[in-house]
Every structure is written in structure tokens, then in C-alpha cells.
């Protein structure tokens, strides 16, 4: 907390955000102003309603020094930024954002709220470093309405969420961050103007695309599924994208020469087949210089780090459980619940850097969030209670670790 203390001019509201993300991270069924004002002892929820309402504080400030802390705390020189989106299913029409959208969490047409968020991720940990609501046209045509949300009608404009991914990249790399890699989904895989733009920042980027998708060749414009049954069979390499729960998640994989698209650099079709099940992805990848296929085969591995981070801050930090209409408290919540469980993924790294005592698996952030959560006041009985578990939940993951790499070693 004390990175972010100086952006609160006044002590209530710097007092009452180490509250409000100390309830974030507690043991609560439900996360709002009412759960967590009373977890923190108030007595009504209108201090917390006020901070993230009417307070005089800079969520996009904050937001910076959370970026800054992830960095220092997790960086290294093989960060790669993932973009994504994330919806939230909303009831009514008054929320900021809302409407009937495609949300990846709901996995159909709902009325939701979509967010497009940027992830830093490296090989100590991953967290979110940046976020940007996504506002339909419904939205941004009627300035009425977002007025009624808290937005003024002259300073919004449509945006993609491409264009909010690019944004995001901006703000990164004009802060001085490096991050060499981005990828992405088929969404930022499939537009042009995304991937011009990382590419003339110097970054290399691995994107999924859909197997409709074109591509020159120097020997003539395919689609990549045509592209892939082209690879003769000395062309595929087992690899594995990194560790999973069960061992390392091991496909063939194969990289196809392009066209370079870019003033300058070496761009490729990666491809990634199951064995098992058959099941295949394309990725389009560019780098400034040629790096070997092992390279492209870990940031590839590294997009499924923001399905990770979307699942522990909704399920740790409360990330999807604003109660919030206007769009200022909505930017504080997100925040704040980004800064919590970024809060997690490092005490997480900086523990892994020990190895932990035989026969228990390191810390994860559900288990930090578990201890964090004790009250002061638990009576000791009761805290060695909670601990004991804890070791025992441990030692059970160790066994269920081995046993399923020694089955996944025993069938490949």
C-alpha cells in the first residue's frame, strides 16, 4: 500500500483503501461495499461507497503504480504482455457498458459487461496491468446515457476492443516498460492495424488466428488449414507450451515461412497439433530478428496466463463482483482488485524463489489468499487449526502432482 499511499490527499481515504483491499482478499461469500464495510468494522457502508464515488483520488494514477510494482516485482527478460477480454453478466440496462454481447465467461449472448484487459506475464508470475472497458455503440451514440453514467459525451468516442488493446500497449511501452512478446487471441490475431503497430514498436507478437484466414507464402496466398496439411511429416516437433496441472502440456508443433507484412523482420505461421485428440491452432507470428521455433512455442504457451489471472481475481480479489452503475467507481473497483491480486501473485513469487519443505508443493495464490484471509484476532487454537489444513492441503497436491506427472511420463 505504500506505493499508491500519495495518490490519496487525505488520511480517511488513504486509511480506507488498505480496508477496502484488505476486504477484497477476505474470506467473504459476496464482495461489495456493504460486505466488505462490515468485515472492516464499520459501521454503515458509506465510507466505502464514498471512496469509490466521490473521493478525490486518480484511479488511472493508481493503475500506474500498480503497473510499476508488477514490473519490478515480476519482471524479467521474458515478459510477454497478453491482451484479452473478459464479460461480467449483468442484470438491467443501467450499468456502464452493459448490453446483449458475446461475454467468454457466459460462453454465449448475454446481457454483460465486457472489459479488455493487459496482462504481464513472465516465469515468476502473471498479474494485470491494465484495463479498459468496453463501451458498444448503443453506448457511445447516446449521450444522454452516458451522462446518466458518469461519462461525459464529448470525450468518449467508439472504440474496438483491438483499439483498447492498442492503447494499452501504448501506455505499456511509453512508460518505459519492455516487454519483447505480445499475443493474443483470434480477436487481436485477426486485425491488421494491431499487429502493424506492435510490430513497429520493435515487438514481436504470436496471435492466434481462425483456420479461414489467408496468408502469403513464397510460394502462393493459402489458407493456414491448407498451409498445415502441407507440412510434410519431418517438419513437426513435440514441445511442450509449459507446465500444467498434470505436466508439461506437449503438442507437435511447426512453423511455415511467410511473406514478412512488416518494413523489416521474419514472420511465420506456427501451428499446434494434439495428438490425442486431433485438435489444432494457428498462430501468426513476427519477430525483428529469426528466433528458433522453441521460442514462438513458449509464447504461444504463455496466453493461457490471462485465463489464470481473469480466474483468480474474480475467485480471490472480487474482480467481477462490483455493484457499481457509473463508471468512475467501476475504474476504482477494477483497480483496486487488479492491486490486490497482484498483491497474491507476488508474495506467490517471492516465495517460489525458496524451495519449499519436502513433499509440499510451493504456495499458490488460492493458499495465500486462504492464510491472508485469518483474522488478527482468530484465537490460536483455531489459527493452528487453519494452518494444519493448509500443510495438509499441500502435501495432498504434492502427491496428486507426482502421481500425474509419473502418468503422463509413463504414456508419451
Known amino acids: 500500500m505504500e506505493r499508491i499511499a500519495g495518490r490519496f490527499a487525505r488520511s480517511e481515504p488513504r486509511r480506507r483503501v488498505g480496508k477496502f483491499v484488505r476486504g477484497l482478499l477476505a474470506d467473504l461469500p459476496r464482495k461489495n461495499c456493504w460486505t466488505i464495510a462490515e468485515w472492516a468494522g464499520e459501521a454503515t457502508p458509506d465510507g466505502m461507497q464514498h471512496l469509490l464515488e ?6 488511472d494514477a493508481v493503475r500506474d503504480d500498480l503497473r510499476e510494482y508488477v514490473v519490478d516485482r515480476l519482471g524479467t527478460e521474458q515478459a510477454v504482455l497478453v491482451v484479452d477480454e473478459t464479460g461480467d453478466v449483468k442484470k438491467g440496462n443501467a ?3 452493459v448490453q446483449r454481447q458475446y461475454g467468454g465467461t457466459a460462453g454465449r449472448i448475454e446481457n454483460s459487461q465486457v472489459a479488455v484487459y493487459l496482462v504481464h506475464a513472465t516465469p515468476r508470475g502473471h498479474a494485470a ?6 463501451l458498444p455503440r448503443a453506448w457511445t451514440d447516446d449521450p444522454e446515457r452516458c451522462r446518466r453514467a458518469g461519462l461525459e459525451p464529448d470525450e468518449v468516442r467508439f472504440a474496438t476492443k483491438t483499439q483498447l488493446a492498442a492503447a494499452m500497449l501504448e501506455r505499456f511501452w511509453a512508460g518505459g516498460h519492455t516487454a519483447g512478446w505480445v499475443t493474443g487471441d483470434e480477436v487481436y490475431g485477426g486485425n491488421p492495424a494491431l499487429l502493424s ?3 513497429t514498436h520493435g515487438r514481436g507478437y504470436v496471435m492466434a488466428v481462425s483456420c479461414r484466414t489467408e496468408l502469403h507464402t513464397p510460394v502462393g496466398k ?3 488449414d491448407v498451409l498445415m496439411r502441407m507440412v510434410p511429416r519431418r517438419g513437426w516437433q513435440q514441445l511442450s507450451a509449459g507446465a500444467g496441472a498434470k505436466g508439461p502440456r506437449c503438442y507437435d508443433w511447426a512453423a511455415v515461412d511467410l511473406i514478412p507484412t512488416h ?5 511465420q505461421l506456427l501451428i499446434r497439433r494434439n495428438r490425442t485428440t486431433g485438435e489444432v491452432a494457428y498462430y501468426r507470428c513476427f519477430s525483428a530478428r529469426p528466433v528458433p521455433l522453441p521460442a514462438l512455442v ?3 504457451g504463455t496466453r493461457w496466463r490471462v485465463e489464470e489471472t481473469f480466474q483468480a481475481g474474480k475467485g480471490l480479489a472480487g474482480l467481477d463482483e462490483h455493484q457499481v452503475r457509473r463508471h468512475t467507481p467501476w475504474l476504482r473497483w477494477v483497480t483496486l482488485a487488479m492491486l490486490a491480486h497482484a498483491f497474491l501473485a507476488v508474495i506467490r513469487a517471492d516465495e517460489h524463489r525458496e524451495h519449499p519443505p519436502a513433499g509440499l508443493i510451493p504456495l499458490t495464490c488460492n493458499e495465500i489468499q486462504r492464510l491472508f484471509a485469518l483474522p488478527a484476532a482468530y484465537p490460536n487454537d483455531q489459527r493452528d487449526h487453519r494452518l494444519r489444513w493448509s500443510l495438509w492441503r499441500r502435501r495432498h497436491q504434492a502427491r496428486a502432482r507426482d502421481c500425474h506427472y509419473r502418468r503422463r511420463e509413463a504414456t508419451t
Open 54 to 59: 466521490r473521493a478525490k483520488w486518480d484511479a
Open 95 to 97: 450499468a456502464v457498458g
Open 129 to 134: 496491468v491494465d484495463r479498459e472497458l468496453y
Open 197 to 199: 503497430m506492435i510490430a
Open 222 to 224: 493459402f489458407r493456414v
Open 263 to 267: 518494413s523489416a523482420g521474419t514472420c
Open 298 to 300: 513458449r509464447v504461444a
